[in-house]
């Protein structure tokens, strides 16, 4: 695997800024924030956009698609390292889910069957460079929801072991919504 390097990867960011913001802190939540996102995670993306947009299993997106066709995989290290260095912009969480959210985040749900957020995805939503689980604290909440429901119909389906996917078909539009609010405040 490529050793990424920040200030390269800086460097080649420029096209990536019209919509993911000058520091990955992206000014819409059209775009994900990618600023504090963990490299790996980030590395394992961009090799998963370009190989669906190469016709084989990944993560299939149509704008990422165009992105990472010409980039190489020291390309893909130096982005990611680049954007893990840079601090993501803290989102403030509405009282009305906190009590619901921390729940199901920290409890999940045995009846149900759902796994607890907190077992991979951490205490302050922080995630763990180690297993490629991404943050999801700082990022946009319409974000979250958006790729919520993506595992949930299979339409996003490069998890490992449909981990992500095995959850999320067990969560209603409530929790979704919830939970979407709740952790990008962690
Ligand atoms: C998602 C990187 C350029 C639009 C992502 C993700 C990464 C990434 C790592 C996944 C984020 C996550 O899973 O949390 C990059 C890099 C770029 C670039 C390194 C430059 C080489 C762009 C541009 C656009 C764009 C220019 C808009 C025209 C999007 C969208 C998503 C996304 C819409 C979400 C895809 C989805 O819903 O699954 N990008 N990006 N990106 N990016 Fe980019
Ligand atoms: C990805 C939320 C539980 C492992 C994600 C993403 C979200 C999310 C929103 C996409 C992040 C992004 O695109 O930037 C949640 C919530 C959970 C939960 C709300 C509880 C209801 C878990 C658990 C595990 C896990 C228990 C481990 C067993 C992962 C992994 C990915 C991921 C590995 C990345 C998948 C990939 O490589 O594309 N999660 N998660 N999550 N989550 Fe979870």
Redesign the pocket.
């Known amino acids: 695997q490529a050793q990424g390097d920040a200030e390269t990867g800086k460097a ?2 420029a ?2 800024v ?3 913001g000058n520091d990955g802190n992206s000014p819409t939540d ?3 924030k ?1 600023a504090g ?1 963990h490299a790996s ?2 590395e394992k ?2 090799l998963e ?1 370009k190989a669906a947009a190469a016709g084989g299993t990944g ?1 299939a ?1 149509a ?2 698609a165009g ?2 066709m010409p ?1 190489s995989e020291q390309d ?1 290290a130096d ?2 390292a680049y ?1 893990a260095s840079e601090a993501v912009t803290p989102v403030a969480v509405s009282e009305a889910v906190i009590e619901q959210g921390a729940a199901l985040y920290q409890g999940g749900d045995i009846e149900r069957g759902i796994t607890a957020c907190i077992a991979c995805h951490g205490p302050r939503g922080e995630g763990l460079e180690s297993a490629k689980f ?1 943050r999801l604290s700082g ?1 946009h909440p319409a ?1 979250i929801k ?2 919520l429901e ?1 595992f949930r119909s299979g339409a ?1 389906e490069n998890d490992p072991n449909g981990m992500m996917r095995d959850i999320a078909t067990k969560l209603t539009d409530a929790d979704i919504e919830v939970l979407s609010q709740y952790v990008v405040g962690l």
């Open positions: 080649k960011a096209t990536c019209a919509c993911h059209m775009y994900p990618l996102q995670y980030i993306q961009l956009f993560r997106n704008i990422m992105m990472v980039l893909m982005l990611a954007y991404p990022q974000y958006a790729q993506a996003r």
